[in-house]
Protein backbone atom coordinates (compact mmCIF):
# COMPACT_ATOMS: atom_id res chain seq x y z
CA UNK A 1 0.00 0.00 0.00
CA UNK A 2 1.13 3.39 -0.77
CA UNK A 3 2.50 5.35 1.81
CA UNK A 4 0.91 9.59 0.92
CA UNK A 5 2.09 10.80 4.37
CA UNK A 6 5.77 11.14 3.27
CA UNK A 7 4.28 12.94 -0.08
CA UNK A 8 2.12 14.94 1.77
CA UNK A 9 5.32 16.22 4.15
CA UNK A 10 7.34 17.31 1.18
CA UNK A 11 7.32 21.17 0.27
CA UNK A 12 5.15 21.99 -2.82
CA UNK A 13 8.28 22.75 -5.07
CA UNK A 14 9.32 19.60 -4.25
CA UNK A 15 5.56 17.24 -4.93
CA UNK A 16 6.05 15.44 -8.70
CA UNK A 17 3.06 16.79 -10.40
CA UNK A 18 -0.35 15.23 -10.42
CA UNK A 19 -1.16 12.24 -12.78
CA UNK A 20 -3.13 13.68 -15.91
CA UNK A 21 -1.49 16.66 -16.37
CA UNK A 22 -2.45 18.45 -13.33
CA UNK A 23 -1.15 20.73 -11.17
CA UNK A 24 1.18 23.70 -12.46
CA UNK A 25 2.20 22.20 -15.58
CA UNK A 26 0.26 23.83 -17.92
CA UNK A 27 0.46 27.32 -16.17
CA UNK A 28 4.30 26.98 -16.50
CA UNK A 29 4.04 26.19 -19.81
CA UNK A 30 2.18 29.34 -20.76
CA UNK A 31 4.29 31.74 -18.75
CA UNK A 32 7.48 29.96 -20.73
CA UNK A 33 5.62 31.70 -23.85
CA UNK A 34 3.93 28.49 -25.40
CA UNK A 35 0.34 29.93 -27.37
CA UNK A 36 -2.66 29.27 -25.93
CA UNK A 37 -4.99 27.25 -28.10
CA UNK A 38 -8.13 29.36 -26.88
CA UNK A 39 -6.57 32.37 -28.19
CA UNK A 40 -5.05 30.81 -31.69
CA UNK A 41 -8.93 29.86 -31.97
CA UNK A 42 -10.07 33.20 -31.79
CA UNK A 43 -11.15 34.84 -35.35
CA UNK A 44 -8.34 37.43 -36.81
CA UNK A 45 -9.34 41.31 -36.37
CA UNK A 46 -11.95 42.42 -39.24
CA UNK A 47 -9.11 44.20 -41.78
CA UNK A 48 -11.72 46.11 -43.52
CA UNK A 49 -13.59 47.33 -40.70
CA UNK A 50 -10.19 48.38 -39.20
CA UNK A 51 -9.36 50.10 -42.56
CA UNK A 52 -12.30 52.32 -42.93
CA UNK A 53 -12.49 53.59 -39.07
CA UNK A 54 -8.50 54.56 -39.76
CA UNK A 55 -9.37 56.12 -42.57
CA UNK A 56 -12.18 58.38 -41.52
CA UNK A 57 -10.33 58.96 -38.76
CA UNK A 58 -7.53 60.47 -40.97
CA UNK A 59 -9.65 62.41 -42.90
CA UNK A 60 -11.65 63.77 -40.34
CA UNK A 61 -8.50 65.12 -38.69
CA UNK A 62 -7.34 66.49 -41.64
CA UNK A 63 -10.54 68.62 -42.27
CA UNK A 64 -10.45 69.72 -39.27
CA UNK A 65 -6.74 71.04 -39.84
CA UNK A 66 -8.08 72.34 -42.85
CA UNK A 67 -10.74 74.72 -41.06
CA UNK A 68 -8.35 75.60 -38.19
CA UNK A 69 -5.91 76.77 -40.84
CA UNK A 70 -8.67 78.39 -42.76
CA UNK A 71 -9.59 80.18 -39.61
CA UNK A 72 -5.59 81.39 -38.90
CA UNK A 73 -6.53 84.81 -39.88
CA UNK A 74 -9.90 85.85 -38.07
CA UNK A 75 -8.08 83.98 -35.08
CA UNK A 76 -5.06 85.60 -34.86
CA UNK A 77 -7.04 89.14 -35.35
CA UNK A 78 -9.00 88.35 -32.18
CA UNK A 79 -5.32 88.13 -30.59
CA UNK A 80 -4.72 92.61 -31.44
CA UNK A 81 -5.00 94.96 -29.64
CA UNK A 82 -8.19 96.85 -28.82
CA UNK A 83 -7.54 99.77 -30.01
CA UNK A 84 -7.68 100.83 -33.72
CA UNK A 85 -5.28 102.76 -35.53
CA UNK A 86 -6.64 106.03 -37.09
CA UNK A 87 -6.21 106.19 -40.87
CA UNK A 88 -8.31 108.98 -41.56
CA UNK A 89 -9.40 109.89 -45.12
CA UNK A 90 -9.70 106.28 -46.31
CA UNK A 91 -9.54 107.88 -50.12
CA UNK A 92 -5.76 108.78 -49.63
CA UNK A 93 -4.98 105.77 -47.68
CA UNK A 94 -2.52 102.88 -49.90
CA UNK A 95 -2.93 100.08 -47.40
CA UNK A 96 0.27 98.04 -47.72
CA UNK A 97 1.76 94.58 -44.91
CA UNK A 98 1.72 96.79 -42.28
CA UNK A 99 -1.68 97.39 -42.14
CA UNK A 100 -2.32 93.45 -43.04
CA UNK A 101 -5.01 91.72 -40.74
CA UNK A 102 -5.02 95.31 -38.36
CA UNK A 103 -7.70 96.92 -36.51
CA UNK A 104 -7.98 100.47 -37.87
CA UNK A 105 -10.51 103.25 -37.83
CA UNK A 106 -10.91 105.58 -41.12
CA UNK A 107 -13.44 107.85 -42.94
CA UNK A 108 -15.13 108.06 -46.19
CA UNK A 109 -17.74 108.15 -48.48
CA UNK A 110 -19.32 104.82 -49.91
CA UNK A 111 -19.02 104.18 -53.46
CA UNK A 112 -22.18 103.14 -56.06
CA UNK A 113 -19.94 101.57 -58.69
CA UNK A 114 -19.07 97.22 -57.98
CA UNK A 115 -21.93 97.88 -55.15
CA UNK A 116 -23.57 94.65 -54.33
CA UNK A 117 -25.82 93.24 -51.34
CA UNK A 118 -25.76 89.98 -50.04
CA UNK A 119 -26.85 87.45 -46.94
CA UNK A 120 -25.56 84.97 -44.86
CA UNK A 121 -27.10 81.82 -43.75
CA UNK A 122 -28.34 82.02 -40.33
CA UNK A 123 -28.01 85.51 -40.11
CA UNK A 124 -31.03 87.58 -40.18
CA UNK A 125 -29.13 90.95 -41.09
CA UNK A 126 -27.64 91.91 -44.86
CA UNK A 127 -24.45 92.87 -45.88
CA UNK A 128 -23.40 95.43 -48.31
CA UNK A 129 -20.16 95.94 -49.88
CA UNK A 130 -18.75 99.06 -51.86
CA UNK A 131 -15.38 100.66 -52.78
CA UNK A 132 -14.65 104.02 -51.02
CA UNK A 133 -15.32 106.81 -53.13
CA UNK A 134 -12.20 107.86 -55.24
CA UNK A 135 -10.19 105.12 -53.88
CA UNK A 136 -11.59 101.80 -55.88
CA UNK A 137 -8.59 99.77 -53.69
CA UNK A 138 -10.18 100.08 -50.34
CA UNK A 139 -13.37 97.97 -50.29
CA UNK A 140 -15.75 97.93 -46.93
CA UNK A 141 -18.44 95.73 -45.49
CA UNK A 142 -20.71 96.99 -43.34
CA UNK A 143 -23.67 95.55 -41.58
CA UNK A 144 -27.48 96.73 -42.16
CA UNK A 145 -29.79 95.32 -39.39
CA UNK A 146 -33.02 93.27 -40.08
CA UNK A 147 -35.55 95.77 -40.90
CA UNK A 148 -33.28 98.35 -42.12
CA UNK A 149 -32.83 97.50 -45.55
CA UNK A 150 -34.10 100.17 -48.23
CA UNK A 151 -34.98 103.71 -48.49
CA UNK A 152 -34.56 104.27 -44.61
CA UNK A 153 -30.89 102.80 -44.28
CA UNK A 154 -28.37 105.34 -44.59
CA UNK A 155 -25.09 104.15 -45.21
CA UNK A 156 -22.35 105.40 -42.64
CA UNK A 157 -19.22 108.01 -43.23
CA UNK A 158 -16.90 106.51 -40.63
CA UNK A 159 -15.84 102.68 -40.08
CA UNK A 160 -13.90 100.90 -37.74
CA UNK A 161 -12.53 97.23 -37.97
CA UNK A 162 -10.91 94.86 -39.75
CA UNK A 163 -8.27 95.66 -42.41
CA UNK A 164 -6.89 92.87 -44.63
CA UNK A 165 -6.01 92.03 -48.20
CA UNK A 166 -9.42 90.87 -50.06
CA UNK A 167 -8.15 87.57 -51.08
CA UNK A 168 -6.91 86.45 -47.67
CA UNK A 169 -9.92 87.61 -45.50
CA UNK A 170 -11.07 84.16 -44.48
CA UNK A 171 -13.64 81.65 -45.35
CA UNK A 172 -16.83 84.09 -44.66
CA UNK A 173 -15.89 86.50 -47.20
CA UNK A 174 -14.62 83.46 -50.39
CA UNK A 175 -15.70 84.64 -53.57
CA UNK A 176 -16.75 88.27 -53.05
CA UNK A 177 -14.48 89.08 -55.86
CA UNK A 178 -16.68 87.32 -58.11
CA UNK A 179 -19.75 88.03 -56.76
CA UNK A 180 -19.03 91.89 -57.53
CA UNK A 181 -17.94 90.58 -61.32
CA UNK A 182 -21.41 88.48 -61.65
CA UNK A 183 -24.01 90.81 -60.10
CA UNK A 184 -22.33 94.54 -61.42
CA UNK A 185 -20.27 93.22 -64.18
CA UNK A 186 -17.30 95.58 -62.60
CA UNK A 187 -13.62 93.74 -61.59
CA UNK A 188 -12.38 94.10 -58.14
CA UNK A 189 -8.51 95.50 -58.41
CA UNK A 190 -6.42 92.19 -57.63
CA UNK A 191 -4.71 94.05 -54.65
CA UNK A 192 -7.66 95.37 -53.01
CA UNK A 193 -8.24 95.53 -48.93
CA UNK A 194 -11.45 94.94 -47.37
CA UNK A 195 -12.48 96.88 -43.96
CA UNK A 196 -14.92 94.49 -42.25
CA UNK A 197 -16.78 96.99 -40.32
CA UNK A 198 -17.74 96.33 -36.89
CA UNK A 199 -15.23 93.43 -36.82
CA UNK A 200 -13.35 94.47 -33.28
CA UNK A 201 -10.40 91.87 -31.86
CA UNK A 202 -13.16 91.35 -28.94
CA UNK A 203 -15.90 90.01 -31.37
CA UNK A 204 -13.55 87.81 -33.48
CA UNK A 205 -13.13 85.75 -30.01
CA UNK A 206 -15.24 82.96 -31.29
CA UNK A 207 -12.35 82.77 -34.68
CA UNK A 208 -9.78 81.55 -32.02
CA UNK A 209 -12.60 79.27 -29.90
CA UNK A 210 -13.33 77.63 -32.70
CA UNK A 211 -9.74 77.21 -34.43
CA UNK A 212 -8.50 76.15 -31.03
CA UNK A 213 -11.54 73.55 -31.05
CA UNK A 214 -11.01 71.77 -34.86
CA UNK A 215 -7.27 71.39 -33.59
CA UNK A 216 -8.35 69.67 -30.24
CA UNK A 217 -10.19 67.32 -32.29
CA UNK A 218 -7.37 66.89 -34.98
CA UNK A 219 -5.03 65.87 -32.24
CA UNK A 220 -7.92 63.67 -30.62
CA UNK A 221 -8.57 61.76 -33.63
CA UNK A 222 -4.86 61.43 -34.36
CA UNK A 223 -4.34 59.73 -30.78
CA UNK A 224 -7.23 57.47 -32.02
CA UNK A 225 -5.53 56.39 -35.11
CA UNK A 226 -2.32 55.83 -32.66
CA UNK A 227 -4.53 53.58 -29.95
CA UNK A 228 -5.64 51.44 -33.06
CA UNK A 229 -2.34 51.01 -34.63
CA UNK A 230 -1.16 50.03 -31.32
CA UNK A 231 -2.97 47.53 -30.56
CA UNK A 232 -2.75 45.79 -34.03
CA UNK A 233 1.03 45.89 -33.54
Known amino acids: MHDDSSTSTLPM ?22 ADPELLALPAPPKRERTITVALMALTAVAALGMAFALRGEASYALRPGQ ?18 RYVRGGGLL ?20 PIAGNPEVWVEIRV ?10 PPSSFAGRLVPLRSAGIR ?8 RDQTQQRVPPGAW ?4 GASPRASRWAFALAAL ?5 VWNALGIARVLRRIG
Do not use: Q, W
Request: glycine share 18%; net charge negative.
Open 173 to 180: HFGLGDSV
Open 145 to 154: PEGFEGARFV
Open 214 to 218: FVCFA
Open 84 to 101: PSDLGELALVRPGPELDN
Open 13 to 34: SERPPLAGGGGMGPVERTEAGV
Open 111 to 130: GTVGAIKYGRAAESDSFRLA
Open 194 to 197: LLID
